[in-house]
């Protein structure tokens, strides 16, 4: 039986899976050890939603900016 290859078959796709699993693992590790993961979506995930997407909630994250340095000049005597 001849296995019809598909052009999302390559190594390049499997090396991104393979990073993608790591990932998962890495958040699921942390989360079983009661840490709290915030994804690129600024999606909070913790116990109650790891399997559920839809109990998942954002937040808005709002910092404020740092300030500029500015080199401020010295007395020399």
Known sequence: MKH????FEN???NHFRE???A?????EL????????????????DKSNITNLEKRYS???KR?????YE???TIQE
Request: no cysteine; net charge positive.
């Open 4 to 7: 019809n290859h598909n052009a």
């Open 11 to 13: 190594q390049i796709f």
């Open 19 to 21: 990073k993608v699993k």
């Open 23 to 27: 990932i998962n693992d890495a958040i």
């Open 30 to 45: 942390l989360i079983e050890h009661n840490y709290k993961v915030i994804d690129l979506e600024n999606q909070i995930i």
């Open 59 to 61: 937040f808005d994250y």
């Open 64 to 68: 404020t900016p740092k300030k500029p």
């Open 71 to 73: 080199k401020k000049e």
